[in-house]
């Protein structure tokens, strides 16, 4: 009998694989409270960076190149495949349609009125789903802060504008739906891969607001590398620093740290925009940030 020779020695990774291997490493290295704080930090930084492409491209083309670009580089990374159940297609793809809209709304809103107080309003949509799931009387409590916190944000001097104010509302509404929805599409793939086919059909949905309000300033080199920018700040980086630290935290910590989004919003306009709240509109965003944070400790799951 002939013995073939079999070599154990490890193929040579590609400089990319290694790369890669390195990065993973260092992530897991870094507490999982601190990955959480970079990734609500990135996505405000990303809506920040893209409201200066606002005068060259427009809210419209600006979330067109993010929804895009992030669809393309989820693309790469999970190459999902298409052979789905219709109805896990028809799941995918309404959690596509919403994602779409909730970014086509919100962009139009920060268009329209400081970065942090579109960010508060839409946060009424994720508190929502938390106090309309819960039959506790204390968190009828904190959708009425939340609620005082809207209020105050809407009639402080220096008034909003109407419109951003509904586009936001609109945006939160999406929020909503898009918690619910993401459950679903969970349930039923595994993985990224319902991610990368919804963020597909989140492009097509802004696509055509993007082209007609930007046309050929799309394919802008300079355009195109800042939307890049966008992409992997506003989604790439934050669901993959969020991913990792999932796996290390409890839930409920995640949905606490996750509420100070509205203040890093606030904070993020302050220094890359210059968008100045006054005291009364800063209250109103510790309220809906306290509101967040205790339905989302009394949440009994």
Sequence with gaps: ?????????????????????????????????????????????GAAVAKHLFAQVGASGAVTLRLVLAALVLVVVWRPSLRMPARTWVVVGGFGVVLGAMNLLIYQAIERIPLGAAVTIEFLGPLSVAVLGSRRWVDGLWAVLAGVGVL??????????????????????????????????????????????????????????????AGAELVDPTVLLIGLGVALLSSVVPYSLELEALRRIPSRTFGVLMSLGPAAAALAGLVLLGERLNWVQWGAVACVVAASIGATRSARR
């Design 1 to 45: 009998m002939v013995t073939a020779h079999v070599d154990s020695t490890p193929a040579p990774r590609s400089p990319l694989a290694a790369a890669s291997a390195a990065v993973a490493k260092g992530v897991s290295a870094v507490p999982p409270t601190a990955l959480l704080l970079l990734g609500v930090i990135s996505v405000q930084v």
């Design 152 to 213: 105050l944000l809407a009639r402080a001097d220096g008034g909003l504008s109407f419109a951003g104010v509904a586009f936001a509302l609109g945006a939160a509404a999406c929020w909503a739906a898009y918690i619910l929805l993401s459950a679903a599409v969970g349930g039923r793939t595994s993985g990224g891969g319902g991610l990368a086919l919804a963020m597909v059909v989140g492009s097509l949905v802004v696509l055509p607001f993007g082209i007609g309000e």
